[in-house]
């Protein structure tokens, strides 16, 4: 599996960059063309949603966990 992959986004007016594995980048680009919204605009969702919820919770993290339950739900239960 190759290394992480850097970007960088702009979540609720401030820079940030994000570090992920490829296929997990791929995946949540699926995600965000399928919901018809950009990636920034799903990663700002996913921020939001892990805010209250977890604070203690890394974003990558959340991304990550994210791209597993909508690849999951997405292609159905092995």
Known sequence: M??????S????GHRTS?????E????LEQAATQRDISLAALVAEI?????????DRLLASA????A???TRDYCGPT
């Open 9 to 12: 986004l702009v979540l609720a």
């Open 18 to 22: 994000l570090a992920l594995e490829p």
């Open 68 to 70: 597993l339950a909508w």
């Open 2 to 7: 190759p290394g992480l992959h850097k970007r």
């Open 24 to 27: 997990f980048w791929a995946t």
């Open 47 to 55: 921020d939001r949603a892990r805010g209250d919820a977890s604070p």
């Open 63 to 66: 991304c990550r966990v994210f």
